[in-house]
């Protein structure tokens, strides 16, 4: 476990944080969050992503940035989950931000396909 004052960069503490929600995958749900969470499904944990993002933005517009960090922890934390409940490795959203970098994001965005 990472000392809470030590400084280490986003992309090691999801790392970690991968690994540990794969360790965690199939577990017994009375011993672990982690393990409730997949064994309820993508539905139930899409929804906890949902309400973990109108509490950051809550936060976010209140202006504490205490309750900012630990919002954002928490949003991270059932993204991650939520990507492994559908099978998706998190190197895929790396590779995709990769693929926008110099990109206009209005002109990235103008290049998306019309919902049907």
Known sequence: MTDPGESIPLASALAELCVDIETRR???????????????????????????GVELSLAIACGDDRAVIAESADLLYHLMVALAARGIDPARIAAELQARRGVSGLAEKASRPEPS
Do not use: C
């Open 26 to 52: 199939g577990g017994d749900p009375a011993l672990s969050y982690t393990a409730q969470l997949l064994a309820r499904g993508p539905v139930h944990i899409a929804k906890k992503l949902g309400e973990e």
